[in-house]
């Protein structure tokens, strides 16, 4: 890509499902990573924000119900190059009925966790998702 040629930035929505003070971290692993990761996803074509993310939740967690999506927590973006483009996420605060939390494919195990929780699993997570869920927690 030429100097002069705009980069390709997709755009990514995440969800902060809180519980009893607890944020929901699904485990992924991608090519030879493995990492502590929040539901969601990119936007696809013709598809608004909250659009985006109810699909998303339902393919990662498809025993979630009453899915409210809240207000946007914070943003960030994904410093790697995905291809030939970058990735910024917005995430939001979400309120759903998820007391059993039954995984789709791309993640293999999720925990609740709290501040004391985030800290010990930082070095696990990309950092943008570290800050969105401490402010999430922080409220």
Known sequence: MSASEPKLFYIGVKA???????????????????????PGGRINNNETQIEALKRELVEEIPSIQEIEIKKIVSSC????????GGLFFLFY????????????????????????DLDSIK?????????????????
Request: proline share 0%.
């Open 123 to 139: 070095k696990d997570m990309f950092s943008g998702y570290y800050d969105a869920i401490k402010a999430s927690l922080l409220k």
């Open 93 to 116: 605060d979400v309120s759903a009925n998820t007391v059993q939390v039954l995984l789709g494919n791309e993640h293999s195990q999720h925990k609740w966790i709290d501040q004391k």
């Open 16 to 38: 902060l499902i809180k519980r009893d003070g607890k944020i929901l971290v699904l485990k992924r692993a991608k090519k030879d990573e493995i990492y502590w990761d929040l």
């Open 77 to 84: 973006n994904f410093n790697k190059d995905l291809i030939g």
